[in-house]
C-alpha cells in the first residue's frame, strides 16, 4: 500500500498489483499452454507464484508461477494447464490472446535454493516444472552453481510438453542433469493436433526416460543425506513424492514443496 499522488492520504489498494500484457500464446498440447507477457516489473523471487486475474475472468485470481526468473523489463512467462471443469485454466490455455492484459499480485511461495547449498535434486511433475525452471535460470546466474539433477514426470512421453528445452539447457549447462521419467514409453492412440503442430526433433529419446512414477523412481534412489531436495506439481503428486523421500531416509527439513 502507499500514499495516493497529491499525498491526500488516500490508501491505494492496488498498488501492490501490476499490469502485464500478453505477447505470445503458444498452445503446446490440448491442455497445455506457454503464455509470454511484457510489462510492469513484478518484484517476484524465482520459485514464488503470484496471483493473476484475467480479463476474460474480471473479479476471479489464480495462483500462477513465472517459469522465468524476475526481470527489470517486465518478461513473465506462465506454464498453464487445463483443469477439467475449472472456470479459469481452460480459457487461458484456449482464449488467450496477444494484447490481452492481465493484473498481477501478490507473490508468494518458499521454493528457493540456498547461497550454501552444493547439490540440489528438483523434482517436477506437469507445469510443476515451471517454478523449478524459473529457479534453474536463476541459479545459472551464480558464479557456481550446485550440482543439480531436475527429475520431470509426466504420463507419457508427449506429456513432457518442454523436453525440447530441458535437453538444450541440460546441454548448455555443465552442471545440470535432466531426468525424464513417464508413467508409460507410450503415449496414447489419439493424435493430440497441438502436439503434432509443435513437433521438433529436439528431445529427450524414450529409452533416455525412466519408466515410473516420479514417487517411485526417487523411492528408488538412497536417502538424499546432502541434497536441498525441491518438489513442485499436483497436490497428489507431491504428496506421494514427499511419502517416498521421508520413507527412504531424506531428512524431511531438506524438502520444500509447493502443490499447485
Ligand atoms: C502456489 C500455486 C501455484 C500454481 N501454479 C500454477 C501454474 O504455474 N500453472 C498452472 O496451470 N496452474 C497453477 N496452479 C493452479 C491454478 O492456480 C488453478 O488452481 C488451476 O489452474 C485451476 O483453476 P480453474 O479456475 O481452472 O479451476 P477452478 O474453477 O478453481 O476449480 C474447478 C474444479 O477443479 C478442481 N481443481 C482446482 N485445481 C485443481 C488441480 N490443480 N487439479 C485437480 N483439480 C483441481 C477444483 O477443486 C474444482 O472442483 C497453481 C496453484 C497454486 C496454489
Given at each position: 500500500m502507499t500514499i495516493g499522488p497529491e499525498d491526500t492520504g488516500e490508501i491505494r489498494l492496488d498498488a501492490q498489483e501490476w499490469t502485464s500484457t500478453v505477447v505470445g500464446h503458444h498452445r503446446l498440447r490440448h491442455d497445455i499452454a506457454v503464455i509470454r507477457l511484457i510489462g510492469e516489473y513484478v518484484p517476484f523471487l524465482a520459485g514464488q507464484s503470484v496471483?493473476?486475474?484475467?480479463?476474460?475472468?474480471?473479479?476471479?485470481?489464480?495462483?500462477?508461477?513465472?517459469?522465468?526468473?524476475?526481470?527489470?523489463?517486465g518478461k513473465l512467462e506462465f506454464h498453464v494447464r487445463t483443469v477439467p471443469g475449472g472456470?479459469?485454466?481452460?480459457?487461458?490455455?484456449?482464449?488467450?490472446?496477444?494484447?490481452?492484459?492481465?493484473?498481477?499480485?501478490?507473490?508468494?511461495g518458499w521454493l528457493s535454493v540456498d547461497d550454501w547449498a552444493t547439490d540440489v535434486v528438483m523434482i517436477a511433475g506437469g507445469t510443476g516444472l515451471a517454478p523449478l525452471r524459473s529457479l534453474l535460470l536463476?541459479?545459472?546466474?551464480r558464479p557456481?552453481?550446485?550440482r543439480t539433477h531436475l527429475f520431470v514426470g509426466g504420463r507419457s512421453p508427449r506429456d513432457l510438453y518442454a523436453s525440447d528445452m530441458l535437453f538444450?539447457?541440460?546441454?548448455?549447462?555443465?552442471?545440470?542433469?535432466?531426468?525424464?521419467?513417464?508413467?508409460s514409453a507410450y503415449d496414447p492412440d489419439w493424435r493430440d493436433e497441438w502436439h503434432e503442430s509443435c513437433r521438433v526433433d529436439v528431445g529427450f529419446e524414450v529409452d533416455e526416460m525412466l519408466e515410473g512414477t516420479l514417487a517411485e523412481v526417487v523411492g528408488d534412489m538412497g536417502p538424499l543425506l546432502n541434497h536441498?531436495?525441491?518438489?513442485?506439481?499436483?497436490?497428489g503428486m507431491?504428496?506421494?513424492?514427499?511419502?517416498s523421500l521421508i520413507r527412504n531416509g531424506t531428512p524431511a527439513e531438506a524438502i520444500r514443496y509447493e502443490g499447485l
Open positions: 496471483e493473476v486475474q484475467l480479463p476474460q475472468h474480471p473479479g476471479l485470481r489464480r495462483r500462477l508461477s513465472p517459469a522465468l526468473p524476475p526481470s527489470l523489463d472456470w479459469c485454466s481452460g480459457s487461458i490455455v484456449a482464449d488467450t490472446r496477444p494484447g490481452d492484459q492481465w493484473r498481477i499480485g501478490a507473490p508468494v536463476d541459479l545459472s546466474r557456481e552453481p550446485p538444450l539447457l541440460a546441454g548448455e549447462l555443465p552442471w545440470l542433469t535432466v531426468v525424464p521419467v513417464v508413467e536441498q531436495v525441491l518438489v513442485c506439481g499436483s497436490p507431491v504428496r506421494s513424492t514427499m511419502d
